[in-house]
């Protein structure tokens, strides 16, 4: 599907969303060289993952924008376009490919100037090694913490060191939906998740579902009894069930002391190995396996 949409009035135009294959918009894109003094929305996505040309460039500029969508056309580094638009209210980064790679202090310093920031989401296409996050986090001096007073919905995707990185240094008073997708590592350190967390009374609870699925494994606030959407969400991309499990154990010690549903959801096969083996107490229900346990 081709979708290309400008709403005009006056100078340039208030709204832009496009969403093409890879050569139209790296053309279109390329002419965004100058100011857009009036734009409040941009929306760019491309139709194929993975391509490293498309990037805005430097000397694009719109100081009033509010909503900024990129998936995965990427913010060259030292583009004045996030310190300038002070008043943005959506920020989404997504696919943010290798060569497009900016630290958490960079992106520290930019969203210490969005008070106003409601939606941010920041998601890598491919893990960069936790070591490289973790001596770019020891080069870094102590930053200022941040508020987003505001801040409602969070998405990130990437390695755990980067995360922490970010949840150390941010406080979001309202945010109401949590959403933390993490990709496949030896060891898994998240301290400052917990306490981030706290500091939303929306996101406090008591117990959480822990789900095992072939892709990966997910953490989400249980209601008793209903079935609606979860404002926290955590998901750990692998696929081998020890590895599933050794992982989730080391992100349960950073969710103490609250209590554990989990269910088995992987493949029947695998589900059958996993009763047969005596290693749960498990109940028949929809396909699915249930356990309780409480103080993890």
Partial sequence: MKRVFCSRSGDRGHYIALDLPSPKLRKIITTMNEQFPILERLWIQSQAKGDRSLVLPRTFQAPHLRHLILWPTALPIG?????AA?????LVLADILPSAYFPPSYLLARLSLTPQL????????SPLPNRDVER?????????????PHLRWFSFKGVSAYLEGLLARISAPVLSDLEIELFNQLTFTVPHLL?????????????????????GFIFRRHYQGKWTPSPFYLKVL???LDWQVSS??????????????????????ESRIDRQSGTTRSTAHSGANFSDRSAI
């Fill in 79 to 83: 583009s004045p376009l996030l310190t």
């Fill in 248 to 269: 989730a154990a080391q992100i349960l010690g950073a969710l103490h002391p609250y209590s554990l549903l989990w269910r088995n959801s992987r493949s029947a096969t």
């Fill in 136 to 148: 770019q986090l020891l080069d870094t001096p102590i930053m200022t913490h941040i508020t987003l």
């Fill in 195 to 215: 306490q981030f967390m706290d500091t939303s009374e929306i996101l406090s609870f008591s117990t959480v579902w822990l789900d095992f699925r072939a892709d």
């Fill in 118 to 125: 409601e939606r941010l989401a920041i998601r890598f296409y």
């Fill in 238 to 240: 692998c696929r081998h």
């Fill in 86 to 90: 002070v008043g943005l209210v959506t």
